[in-house]
């Protein structure tokens, strides 16, 4: 079974300080769109809306029989 996962920059790593410089990190737990658990960043050239939506509909492409098959 594929494991998909959105990227999550851990505090106090290069990634997190490079993201907070560029104001790309959000502050806590309160995004109603997809909460931080899933990923802290906040992406470049889309909406949250968009990567969480994406991020669906990959989990559900490869989940299908025919991809399966095929793997």
């Known amino acids: ?3 998909i996962h959105l990227l999550c920059a851990p505090q ?3 990634l997190w300080y490079r993201l ?3 104001g790309r ?3 806590g737990d309160d995004d ?3 909460p931080r658990t899933n990923t ?3 992406p470049q050239g889309m909406t949250r809306v968009e990567l969480f939506k994406g ?3 990959l989990h559900e492409r490869i989940r ?3 991809h399966f098959a095929a793997r």
């Open 20 to 22: 907070q410089k560029e």
């Open 25 to 27: 990190l959000l502050a």
């Open 1 to 3: 079974m594929p494991g």
């Open 55 to 57: 991020y669906l509909d």
């Open 32 to 34: 109603p769109v997809m």
């Open 64 to 66: 299908k029989w025919e």
């Open 12 to 14: 106090g790593t290069r």
């Open 40 to 42: 802290n960043i906040i």
